[in-house]
């Protein structure tokens, strides 16, 4: 896979079925992404268990995201796809750098902040290094770009500095990686509660679409979705929940607010939380059957992720090679 191509690398946790908002906002461009980049898509397991899993749930759940991951379109003929752990490279980059990471940098991380004001019973020491395995996935690939949500700007920025300090160092050793920010693809928000993200760790379901919810499910969602009472469809600030279904829509069927706005002019909310749920749920549906076919096929999918893992391996092992070198790791003969 050496190409001239920019290497984009990028990564989801398995921890349950993705949301129509990890759909909009990152995994559908993934796919889209294969042609114009070297891609390296990865299952972050290894994060995963900066909060309590259940070890039979973890794994079957990385087996079904990466399912999922190849239904949307991941082609592993064209990327890269693997699971984290599999990769033994990147918690040993990890380590080399988390030595020269100082500790207040670490500190600042909004993600750390609120994720252990969430589990004040489980503050563990990989939840506020968890940063720098982010750095270390990034920075072992020599990625040019890596598509990141808004929540996790701050943890590429830290890549940034974590590269640059070592080339500075130790003499020039990783690419310094850029955001990358689909020019497609809204910010999906809570079907409740619509001034915040859509996420699946939210108490309550009906606020998150899941991406193998069936029909009647994401339809009942969309039907119960927080609107407002001024009764038009029109998309603006003070309407998040409308603004949010309209660009659900838009996302999924092309069309503009424009457009929207006079095809649903003169009806009520509740043809367009129809129409959206129906074009969601069949957006999905083949998509879910997809799904179901890959995860039944065990040799395939495990196969897929054996030798993705291997093609990661080799670019991965080859750059903790360098770095073990130039922070003055004894190297014996072969
Ligand atoms: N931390 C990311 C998240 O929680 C997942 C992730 C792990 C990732 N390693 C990455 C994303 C490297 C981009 C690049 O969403």
Known sequence: METNKKRILSGIQPT???TLGNYV???R??????DEYECVYMVANMHAITVKQEPAKLRAQTREAAALLLACGIDPEKSILFVQSHVPAHAELSWVLGCSTPFGELTRMHQFKEKSAKHPEDINS?????P??????ILIYNADLVPVGIDQ???LELARNIAIRFNGNYSETFVVPDGYIPTTGAKIMSLQ???KKMSKSDKNANSFVLMLDDKDTIIRKFKRAVTDSDGCVRACAEKAGVTNLMSIYSVFTGKTYAEIEAEFAGRGYGDLKLAVGETVADAFEPIQSEYKRILADKNYLDGVLKDGAERAARIA???????YKKVGFLQLDK
């Open 317 to 323: 092992n080859r750059t903790v090679n360098k770095v």
């Open 16 to 18: 349950g079925t993705f």
């Open 193 to 195: 509660e619509p001034d």
């Open 153 to 155: 700007k701050q943890h």
């Open 132 to 137: 720098v395995l982010m750095a270390a996935d």
């Open 29 to 34: 461009n993934w796919g889209r992404l294969q």
């Open 126 to 130: 990989g939840l506020f290094t968890y």
């Open 25 to 27: 906002g990152a995994v």
